[in-house]
């Protein structure tokens, strides 16, 4: 699956999306475990209360929030606007 | 790069390069409303001191697409639970610098409080779930913003 990065995540991982090879559906989670597996130095980054994540636009606080194939994910920073 | 909320004709909301006008955007939430007895706008700015640097500009990251859905829930949130009837939701992304516009927020109403008290919540709402990124260029480099606890904690007065 194709995840999103955006802000100070996205240097720091040095791609704006990766794809990760996992099976879906599967929970946000076990994609969290998955990307952090795929970028072992930036575990602290990824972790929950580091790195936000949207399913399809929208902000999911839930890690048990199920994740789709056709879903659109993205992880980021705590925002700064404003 | 601006979008409206087809769903309601009285929120108008948009994320852009372009500067705004603020005498427009006022105008815009009074012309033609003989309902409305208040009108309440917050404009924010780039200052030159954050988080213990000399700044002299910045450049803000969105999410295209998240940000403006991010924007609507907040508007629809905020006129579900206030008497508003206009909302004007400005918010500027990419380079800016010292003194520069960031955002405006403009509700009217037919009375101050729900105009005040919205007006407010959608500024901190958008301060904890809109996704803007602000990169400081300092005199030690840039840097990326880091957000606040007391922006967090201002929603708890919102609970």
């Known amino acids: ?24 559906p599967a929970s946000l989670a076990t994609v969290r475990a998955a990307l952090i597996q795929h970028f ?12 936000l994540a949207a399913i399809n636009q929208t902000l999911i606080n839930d ?7 056709s879903d659109e ?5 705590p925002v700064t606007g404003g | ?28 939430l009074r012309n033609d409303n003989r309902s409305d007895g208040a009108v ?3 404009t924010g700015l780039v200052r030159e001191m954050n988080q213990g640097a000399q700044v002299s500009g910045l450049t ?19 006129s579900t639970r206030w008497p508003i009837n206009r909302v004007r ?35 901190d709402y958008l301060k904890n779930r809109a996704p803007f990124w602000k990169k400081e260029v300092t005199s030690q480099g840039d840097r990326w913003v880091e957000a606040l606890d007391k922006d967090k904690q201002a929603l708890d007065k919102w609970q």
Do not use: W
């Open chain 2, 89 to 123: 939701l400005i918010h500027r992304v990419g380079a800016l610098a010292i003194s520069d516009q960031i955002v405006f927020v403009g509700v009217s109403s037919s009375h101050r409080e729900a105009a005040f008290d919205a007006c407010y919540y959608i500024m």
């Open chain 2, 1 to 28: 790069m601006s979008t409206e909320n087809a769903s309601n004709s009285q929120h108008y909301i948009a994320v852009q390069q372009a500067d705004f006008d603020v005498a427009h955007e006022y105008a815009e």
């Open chain 1, 73 to 77: 994910v993205a992880f980021f920073p």
């Open chain 1, 63 to 69: 890690e048990n929030t199920p994740i789709n194939s």
């Open chain 1, 40 to 51: 072992p130095q930036q575990a602290k980054r990824l972790a929950v209360g580091h790195a």
């Open chain 2, 60 to 78: 803000l990251e969105h999410y295209p697409g998240m940000t403006e859905k991010a924007l609507q829930q907040i508007v629809a949130d905020a």
């Open chain 1, 1 to 24: 699956m194709n995840i999103l990065f955006f802000a100070a995540l996205r240097e720091q991982l040095g791609c704006a999306h990766c794809d990760i090879d996992l099976p879906l």
């Open chain 2, 40 to 42: 309440v706008f917050f």
